[in-house]
Structures are given as structure tokens and as C-alpha cells.
């Protein structure tokens, strides 16, 4: 089976590093799926699940947050602000901000915090919604 290797940083550690068979990242026009000998390319990643598959056939997702991936000669690299594997979500906290988010959306107090607001309740809702997927 062949692998690529995989360095899955986020802002303060590594997530993830090793060799992977396959991995699926949330993008802005949709799902990549990245396997061994995939071409170079370089997205922006939104909010969304990221599901990789190590050499070993152990399936792993993580909510994320925005970032990048970069595939060259070989090698992903993806750069997140934010990621959490479903068992490190705190589920009570991820409600607790959705309901100050959605509260926030509803004072309208001005377009940019309406719309950070909103992109807090976009993260929030993967992280649940996630969180949820794999109890």
C-alpha cells in the first residue's frame, strides 16, 4: 500500500506526524481527497472534518478550523489555527459558545461582530457536530 507523509500542525503543536494512506480535507469548493503520488497543489481549508488514515489502517478525524494544505513532491503539510481530535472536544464549553455566538448574531451590533460571531458559530457547530459523530 503506498503512504505519503503527513506533518498536521496546528498554531501551538503537531497533531500529526507520519506516513498516511489517504486523507480528506474540508476545502472551499468542497472535500479533497489526497492519496500517495498526488499532485502538488495548495488549498485553503475551511471549518470541517479532517479524516486521514495512518500506514498502520488506523482511521483518525479532527475537527479544524481555516487554514492550508500544501501538497508537494509527495508531501502534505496542512496548517490549521485549530484542531481537535473528537475525544479532546469539551462538550459542555462548545455549547456554552454557540449560545454566546448565536446571541452575539442576534445584537447585531455591528457587521464585524456579526460576522466573527458567525464564523465562531461555524467552528463551533463542526466541533459539535464532530464531537457527536464519534461517541
Known sequence: MNTFHL?????????FDG???????P??????????????????LIPGELKYRTADG???AASVSS???KVEN?????LTESAEAPEEIDERRAEREAAEAKEEMLRKSSIQSYKAAQAKMAR???RLRVKHKYK
Open 58 to 60: 488506523e482511521e483518525k
Open 74 to 78: 509527495g508531501e502534505v503539510l496542512v
Open 7 to 15: 506533518t498536521f500542525l496546528e498554531a501551538d503543536r503537531t497533531f
Open 27 to 44: 476545502a472551499t469548493d468542497g472535500a479533497y481527497g489526497i492519496m500517495a503520488n498526488h499532485t502538488n497543489l495548495i488549498c485553503a
Open 124 to 126: 463551533v457547530s463542526n
Open 67 to 69: 487554514g492550508i494544505c
Open 19 to 25: 506516513e498516511c494512506v489517504s486523507l480528506q480535507i
